[in-house]
């Protein structure tokens, strides 16, 4: 990625958090690499070297400062191609996948060769598919030792190491320092019962809004929102072990960072949970851009973001449920879904009682099952025939997925039309640019009747449709 150094460096000496995230600083005199937020006193121009991610400042011998914490630094949101592919990759490397299969794996799941996405990564990062996952590999258990009373074994595996001579291996090479020297404190013998994390957002961000769309939305015993806080059951399959506990999210703005709480029953699949967390709350989002495209009609509630979704398959459910009934009729058949075949969650705070059960468990009942739980029966088989889809690996339905594929193979499920595969595209795959046109509350937004004039009006809304969306649903509940 090309960095204008002048403009890099005025940014860095106004401590500008428009630029937080979208570069990072080397100090030659001092090896460490810093966010342009840092309130360390700004270094001299011919010391800095700048870098697109941390990766590419830790590959060229950077370690990261103990104070701005580069890995609290906010995502980036991209649209291009290009981006498009890296952010789908860098979701992947944060669940796992590289670790699974190497850069041959991650390219898989994304459609492209393995040369592409190096290449891909090159330009958009300045390191390769394996440089990058290693360092986030070492900025995550950064994050574990210092924000978390986690023992060091269990930062080390959780972080993805194969091994705690692996581990510290790497963080002395990298970091020129042993693990425990984050410790404040010494190690604890046990697991705490709750880990914590803070997921950094570019303001503004309008978390009421977030909570009040997503409490419509909440699923009985599997979701429960109040004024400040979202809470949920997980589950969630990794490495042939299935995890099950539960999260809770709610807002520090005057650090403008959501903080996470995590069971300590997903201490394991941390990675996974804060990734999931990130896309279902679109702390990637770059408010500004987005407004300078959406113009007036994000004037009213410009912090306003797309929810997305910890579970594709339960968004896509909820999504075909929600035909032509209203948004609490469709809850509370999801509810019942989850109630009748969801597995049970021991001591979880608030009301959670179970997690929404896998495509895997849905693919395997019968019709006649779903239509007891007052589905129609037309509704019932277009619910199976997307578990069996997902089930069967034919659908995938994550951030990163690709999006047209995962239209097409939608659109060949009998009961899921054009809304339904707008919505999952907007929710579940975390695409941008998704506008279901045939919307009622969109179409009385616009003063349309004809989703065709609705769709020719958007256009000057690309490639930030889905943000329109939610503005214009705003309006409508309004």
């Not at 595996?157 to 581990?167: E, K, M």
């Not at 256009?459 to 943000?467: F, G, H, I, T």
């Amino acid at each position: 990625m090309h960095l204008d150094t002048d403009s890099c460096y005025r940014a860095l000496a106004a401590h500008d958090a428009r630029f937080d995230g979208r570069f990072f600083v080397g100090v030659t005199s001092t090896r460490i690499y810093c966010r342009p937020v840092c309130t360390v006193r700004t270094p001299r121009r011919e010391n800095c070297r700048f870098f697109g991610s941390a990766a590419a400042a830790e590959v060229a011998g950077f370690r990261p400062c103990l104070r701005c914490r580069p890995e609290l630094a906010p995502g980036n949101a991209g649209i291009d191609a290009g981006a498009r592919l890296a952010q789908a990759a860098i979701r992947m490397i944060e669940d796992g996948t590289i670790d699974e299969g190497g850069v041959e794996r991650l390219a898989s799941r994304i459609g492209v060769t393995s040369r592409h996405l190096r290449r891909i990564f090159s330009d958009e990062f300045g390191v390769s598919p394996i440089d990058y996952a290693q360092t986030q590999r070492l900025l995550l258990a950064k994050r574990l030792l210092t924000d978390t009373t986690l023992p060091v074994t269990d930062v080390a595996l959780t972080s993805g190491f194969a091994s705690v001579r692996r581990f510290n291996a790497a963080f002395k090479t990298r970091y020129r320092m042993a693990p425990t020297r984050l410790r404040r404190a010494a190690a604890p013998a046990a697991l705490p019962a709750v880990l914590e994390f803070d997921l950094p957002y570019r303001p503004p961000y309008d978390f009421p809004a977030m909570l009040a769309f997503l409490a419509r939305r909440a699923v009985q015993g599997v979701e429960q929102v109040d004024a400040k806080t979202y809470r949920r059951t997980l589950h969630i399959e990794h490495a042939g072990s299935v995890h099950r506990g539960y999260i809770e999210v709610f807002a520090r703005p005057a650090r403008n960072a959501l903080r996470l709480r995590v069971s300590a029953s997903l201490a394991r699949v941390v990675p996974h949970v804060l990734s999931l967390a990130r896309q279902a709350f679109d702390v990637a989002c770059d408010p500004s851009e987005i407004a300078a495209r959406l113009g007036e009609l994000a004037t009213r509630k410009p912090g306003l973001r797309v929810p997305g979704t910890f579970d594709g398959f339960e968004l896509a459910t909820r999504a075909v449920l929600g035909q032509q009934v209203s948004v609490r009729a469709a809850t509370t058949l999801a509810a019942r879904l989850a109630e009748q075949l969801g597995d049970p969650l021991d001591h979880a705070p608030h009301g959670l009682a179970r997690t929404f059960p896998a495509a895997s468990v849905v693919a395997g009942v019968q019709d006649k099952t779903l239509a007891a739980l007052g589905i129609l029966p037309a509704r019932a088989r277009t619910v199976r025939a997307l578990a069996q889809a997902v089930a069967e690996g034919k659908l995938e339905l994550d951030v990163g997925a690709d999006v047209e594929r995962a239209r097409a193979t939608l659109s060949n499920i009998p009961g899921i039309g054009p809304w339904t595969i707008e919505y999952i595209a907007m929710r579940a795959l975390g695409w941008p640019d998704a506008f279901p046109a045939s919307d009622l509350g969109i179409l009385k937004a616009m003063a349309e009747t004809k989703p065709s004039k609705a769709s020719a009006r958007s256009e000057s809304w690309r490639p930030w449709r889905a943000y329109a969306v939610m503005h214009l649903w705003s309006r409508h509940d309004a």
